[in-house]
């Protein structure tokens, strides 16, 4: 028994209102039709491979899969596309899979192979978990229940001969997928197991879940200024009552420098000093919290938000215990955080080395980013 696959990638995304095919994005060095045909391909349950895509996409999806597979042009609707796509099947039996569908796995496409061996059509199902109503100007129109409700996803398979037969009723009309057409011009269409985590990437967030590792980055930070007599001492935008401050070209507000840079590293985005170089007047005397409000606008505009930051500072004098809530609570309004999303700690190092001596302040940080959006 030959079976062929019809891969349906000839959408256009919009809902996505990214402006490109959803199977093309790349995330996390992935794209959405790569991980969906690597499971069809792993199965070793597939014999032909046919993707039906718009034109101006095959270029770039031929070069993401083996040369063996076949293309045929797509059409307005899923429904057209899948009518051009049955026109080449030369198997027995035809799944037919959205691309938009990449958590399939192989215990599914095998269940529908030999559920349309059987009966001629299956169909990946699951049962709904849900309570499912229908809905009219924004309130409850009726109750459908859940016990015999099931969310009909694909693969979907089919008797090509069934299949195509169907197919060759449909005229220009549209149907929800390839089940409704069998139902309508054939018969009863027959369930297969299907699985809950095979999902259709449908928005712009959905393809996040492609990512493999946890969308967390985490990056460390580290500064030191030396203490002097007429400066002012900054830590976290807090002015701090003491007999010297930090010396810097800024206003060398140490600890905000640590975490800047911190954030900086977790995605990749080199240091302060690459930003806002010293030798740069604009920087002179600067407040470091309008830096700070910077670096949070490079990592937004990547996609990614602060999640927690830690910190510990090394300074012999003065005693910071009485302005680490203030300083905490000032880091966390301008990140956007919890303030319990922000640890500082403070030690002396036992009159050691030059901060034992008084002569500098570091400060070590580390911070985690999570990925929002793409
Ligand atoms: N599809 C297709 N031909 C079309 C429309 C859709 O082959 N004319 C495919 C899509 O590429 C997708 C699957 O059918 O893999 C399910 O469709 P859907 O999730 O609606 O994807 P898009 O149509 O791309 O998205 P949108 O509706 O948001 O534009
Ligand atoms: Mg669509």
Avoid: W
Avoid at 68 to 90: H, P, W, Y
Avoid at 166 to 194: C, M, P, Q, R, W
Avoid at 199 to 221: M, V
Avoid at 310 to 333: D, G, H, Q, R
């Amino acid at each position: 028994m030959k079976v062929s696959l019809v891969l349906a990638c000839a959408g256009k995304g919009e809902r996505t209102g990214l402006n490109k095919n959803k199977l093309l994005v790349s995330v996390g060095g992935t794209t959405c039709i790569e991980k969906t045909f690597s499971t069809f391909y792993n199965s070793l349950l597939i014999d032909e491979y046919i993707i039906v895509c718009a034109d101006k996409d095959k270029k770039e999806i031929s070069s993401l899969l083996p040369t063996t597979v076949k293309f045929v042009c797509g059409g307005d609707t899923r429904t057209q596309s899948i009518k051009n796509a049955l026109e080449i099947v030369t198997g027995d039996i035809v799944l037919i899979h959205d691309g938009a569908r990449p958590f399939v796995c192989k215990d599914t496409i095998k269940d529908c192979i030999d559920t349309a061996e059987q009966y001629g059509s299956g169909i990946a199902t699951v049962i709904s978990c849900d309570t499912i109503c229908k809905t009219k100007n924004g309130e409850i129109d009726a109750y459908l229940g859940k016990s015999e409700l099931y969310n009909v996803q694909t693969p979907q398979a089919f008797k090509t001969e069934l299949i195509k037969k169907a197919y060759s009723f449909v005229g220009n009309n549209t149907f929800n997928d390839d089940g409704e057409v069998f139902y309508k011009y054939i018969g009863k269409v027959h369930l297969a197991k299907g699985n809950r985590n095979n999902i259709k990437i449908t928005y712009k967030e959905d393809l996040l879940l492609l990512k493999q590792a946890p969308l967390c980055r985490i990056g460390t930070g580290f500064d030191c200024h030396k203490l002097v007599e007429n400066r002012k001492l900054i830590l976290g935008g807090i002015e701090i009552p003491h007999t010297k401050g930090l010396l810097g070209h800024s206003d060398a507000d140490v600890l905000t420098h640590a975490i800047m840079d911190a954030i900086l590293s977790a995605i990749s985005l080199r240091d302060i000093g690459t930003h806002f170089p010293d030798s740069d007047t604009k920087y002179k005397d600067a407040d470091s919290i309008e830096l700070l409000k910077q670096v949070l606008a490079m990592i937004k505009e990547q996609g990614y938000a602060v999640y927690n930051i830690s910190a510990v500072i090394m300074a012999e004098k003065p005693k910071l215990s009485p302005y680490i809530v203030e300083i905490t609570k000032n880091l966390a309004n301008i990140i956007g955080i919890q303030a319990d999303a922000i640890g500082i700690g403070a030690t002396t190092l036992e009159g050691l080395g030059f901060i034992g001596r008084e002569e500098g302040i570091c400060v070590n940080a580390s911070a985690s980013l999570i990925k929002q959006s793409i």
